[in-house]
């Protein structure tokens, strides 16, 4: 029988097949990367890393907004614990120098509880957890998340710490004069004690032992930091020396004299920001370090 199909529609112009297993029609490119058709598209390029700063503002309004609702019960502990110490050691330490330290050691260690020991608990967490993982996938730079959420961190102890100031320098009849020096105390004390706290969770290798160890860096800030150094045998004393926290206890101390020396608040303050950015500097390797494995 006689085809009514024409011959073109079979074999197509030029004599080539359009059937598959068959040559390609000219002027129809093959699949993307064959020898035979056009190169495919180029991929787009990726977007620009995200800059630090902006980033780091992100981080830390989102820690914020998580510590606002999850931390606030674990405040009010750390406040009533600092009060607490102060009214026991007030039946010991009469007043003097000994008094400021209590008070100084007392308002600082809010920052201990919360900058070190939850901050060690959090970031033991997030790396048993995977939750690293979430943040290794982001374009950020590591240093935003370190400082973004050790900077929440330190932000949220503000309200206890100054309660526990105030409340320490009425029970002890010290002067509120000079408690403007919080402003400068809580940040930067709250940077060393975050950053080593950060560190902790990090290199920890199981989330059992950052706890542990937040709990001991606690410990520290409060027999090293509340107990008057006077008091203290003196290879304590040079443990206490290494404690991030110390300068920002001896700042706030200096402060409740009737006439600071200006000179040696201001040094101490100066090594409790060194000590600072040195700790956060090592909880930002410790983040990479951990977010690569």
């Known amino acids: 029988m006689t085809s009514i199909v024409p011959a073109e529609a079979v074999s197509g112009p030029a004599g080539q097949t359009g059937r598959a297993g068959q040559r390609e029609p000219h002027g129809l490119p093959g699949p993307a990367g064959d020898d035979d058709g056009a190169p495919g598209p180029s991929p787009a390029p990726l977007a620009p890393r995200a800059r630090l700063f902006p980033s780091l503002a992100a981080v830390y309004r989102a820690q914020l907004s998580r510590a606002r609702v999850a931390r606030i019960p674990l405040l009010f502990v750390a406040t009533f614990q600092s009060i607490g110490i102060m009214v026991l050691m007030r039946g010991v330490v009469d007043g003097g120098s000994e008094a400021r330290a209590v008070v100084a050691g007392s308002s600082v260690l809010v920052v ?128 206490r020396d290494l404690l991030p926290s110390t300068y920002g206890v001896e700042a706030l101390s200096r402060s409740f004299d009737a006439h600071p020396d200006w000179a040696v608040v201001a040094l101490d303050l100066a090594v409790c920001a060194v000590v600072g950015v040195l700790s956060l500097a ?5 983040y990479r370090r951990a977010a690569v494995r």
């Open 282 to 286: 090592v909880a930002t390797w410790a």
């Open 112 to 239: 201990a509880f919360v900058a070190l020991n939850l901050l060690a608990q959090y970031f033991g967490q997030l790396r048993a957890g995977g939750g690293l993982d979430h943040y290794a996938t982001l374009p950020v730079p590591p240093a935003a998340v370190v400082l973004g959420a050790a900077g929440a961190y330190a932000s949220f102890t503000v309200p206890g710490t100054i309660v526990t100031a105030v409340t320490g320098s009425m029970l002890f009849g010290l002067p509120m004069t000079h408690l403007w020096v919080l402003v400068a105390v809580i940040p930067l004390s709250g940077a060393a004690l975050a950053g080593l706290g950060a560190a902790l969770g990090l290199l920890a290798p199981r989330q059992e032992l950052a706890t542990l160890l937040g709990q001991l860096g606690m410990s520290a800030a409060l027999l090293l930091g509340v107990l008057p150094a006077a008091r203290l045998p003196e290879p304590i004393g040079w443990a």
